[in-house]
């Protein structure tokens, strides 16, 4: 298996920009996880998803943001519009609801 | 919410010497993992405890989950270089799959 994908690995945008972040979980897996990493703040959930159904999105920092899971294997977060407060890592894991898998990240960066 | 606090945030130990992680949440937890990062990458599992008060071992690495089921630990005797990185607790509060990372404690060995 070829784990979980994000793309793109690099974001580099201007303010004010939206920002599209993709990941694709490991097939069969039923529970998707989005993370955002920052020196700051550390590892915090922003949202979860199980069977595509999103349960606990009381991370989601405000309405700038939005995820949304339409299938099995397919899952976005979106930023819009972008501040330079967003620029992080944002992780994506999924699960058989026990060890988290997580993908390799995408760095964004918001000038 | 739900807090999870991990100390110490950094230690610095020479190769060798033995290391100690410790992870406090606010409230009881169901579970807890954890994981490592290396600099530079994502979060990979290392062990889940459920028990209250179990013990488990992977070769140098000793995890502990408390009577209380509210800390956790984990101890490396004689560290070496492939070591370094960060590690996180993760708890489940509710049963619900809803993982809050740790602070972290990040990890460098002098060889």
């Known amino acids: 298996d070829a784990g979980v994908i994000q793309s793109p690995r690099h974001e580099v945008t201007e303010m004010g920009q939206e920002v599209t972040l993709r990941c694709k979980p490991i097939s069969g897996h039923d529970y998707l996880f989005w993370y955002r990493q920052t020196m700051m703040r550390g590892l915090e959930l922003l949202i979860y998803?199980?069977?595509?159904?999103?349960?606990?999105d009381s991370g989601m920092p405000e309405d700038r943001f939005s995820a949304k899971m339409p299938n099995a294997s397919f899952s976005t977060l979106k930023i819009q519009p972008s501040e330079p407060r967003d620029s992080a890592v944002y992780f994506c894991a999924s699960s058989l609801g026990s060890r988290l898998f997580f993908g390799s990240g995408t760095q964004l960066s918001v000038l | 919410g739900q807090q999870v606090m991990q100390i110490p945030q950094y230690q610095h130990v020479q190769e060798g010497e033995d290391f100690t992680t410790y992870c406090n949440s606010s409230?009881?937890?169901?579970?807890i993992q954890w994981y490592k990062q290396r600099p530079g990458g994502h979060p990979v599992f290392l062990i889940q405890l459920v028990k209250s008060g179990e013990v488990k071992k992977q070769k140098r690495l000793t995890f502990q989950f408390g009577e209380a089921k509210k800390n956790s630990s984990l101890h490396i005797t004689a560290t070496q270089t492939t070591d370094v990185g960060t590690y996180f607790c993760?708890?489940?509060?509710?049963?619900?799959?809803?993982?809050?990372f740790g602070t972290g404690t990040r990890l460098k060995v002098l060889a």
């Open positions: 409230t009881t937890l169901s579970n």
């Open positions: 998803f199980n069977n595509n159904v999103p349960i606990d």
């Open positions: 993760a708890g489940d509060t509710s049963g619900t799959y809803k993982y809050i």
